[in-house]
């Protein structure tokens, strides 16, 4: 079973930018697909962001050129740097494997809030 701690969310103004950080631990590679997930209020849970055991990534069409994600395998963490934030944006954000997916097991989440 592995295990997500989610942190780095927080208030910002539109356009402002926010660093989340997912630290994981349990029974997981140094390098495996993760992904990053977002839930609005009312809505269903969305991939915004993935990354690759060979380091690849890809990118919902709605965040393109405004998150990067990156890990930290030493540091047993993955990253998503946020920019140019925008109200749609706001939703909590979770970090997650395909694995992890299927068995329906997240962390806490951290929640992104962005004021127009």
């Known amino acids: 079973q592995v295990q997500f701690v989610e942190s780095g969310g927080g208030l910002v103004q539109a356009g402002g930018s926010l660093r989340l950080s997912c630290v994981y631990s349990?029974?997981?590679?140094?390098?495996?697909?993760m992904g990053w997930y977002r839930q609005a209020p009312g809505n269903q849970r969305e991939l915004v962001a993935a990354?690759?055991?060979?380091?690849?990534?890809d990118y919902a069409d709605s965040v393109k050129g405004r998150f990067t994600i990156s890990r930290d395998s030493a540091e047993n963490t993955v990253y998503l740097q946020i920019d140019s934030l925008k109200p749609e944006d706001t939703a909590v954000y979770y970090c997650?494997?395909?694995?992890?997916?299927?068995?329906?097991?997240w962390g806490q989440g951290t929640q992104v809030t962005v004021s127009s």
């Open positions: 997650a494997t395909p694995m992890s997916v299927a068995y329906d097991q």
């Open positions: 349990g029974h997981i590679f140094s390098n495996f697909d």
């Open positions: 990354i690759n055991s060979d380091g690849t990534t």
